[in-house]
Nanobody, 118 residues
Framework: QVQLVESGGGLVQPGGSLRLSCAASGIIFRLSVAGWYRQAPGKERELVAQITYGGIINYAQSVKGRFTISRDNAKNTVYLQMNSLKPEDTAVYYC????????????WGQGTQVTVSA
């Protein structure tokens, strides 16, 4: 059974930091593409950051220089370090692990709320 368990969301003031974690089980994580998406109220879900099995990283323009994605294949975990947070970063953040390359599926976490407010 595939599971993605997210943690680390919460309420933070503008300029603050949060670190999201997503622990995967039941998949071949080291051969999968892992990423974070977010969805704000009334908006479509958008890619925040993605890291391939080879370590190639892609960021949304709006978070470049502030967010850092990383992965630990030994722990089957992907992280998102978010610094200099802005109110417009407020959204539900979803972990995604794409294992279609190895014959499995495209999986989503349950989502974690990030609220940036004074």
């Amino acid at each position: 059974q595939v599971q993605l368990v997210e943690s680390g969301g919460g309420l933070v003031q503008p300029g603050g930091s949060l670190r999201l974690s997503c622990a995967a089980s039941g998949i071949i994580f080291r051969l999968s593409v892992a990423g974070w998406y977010r969805q704000a109220p009334g908006k479509e879900r958008e890619l925040v950051a993605q890291i391939t099995y080879g370590g190639i990283i892609n960021y949304a323009q709006s978070v470049k220089g502030r967010f850092t994605i990383s992965r630990d294949n030994a722990k089957n975990t992907v992280y998102l370090q978010m610094n200099s947070l802005k109110p417009e970063d407020t959204a539900v953040y979803y972990c995604n692990v794409d294992s279609r390359r190895v014959g499995m599926g495209d999986y989503w976490g349950q989502g974690t709320q990030v609220t940036v407010s004074a």
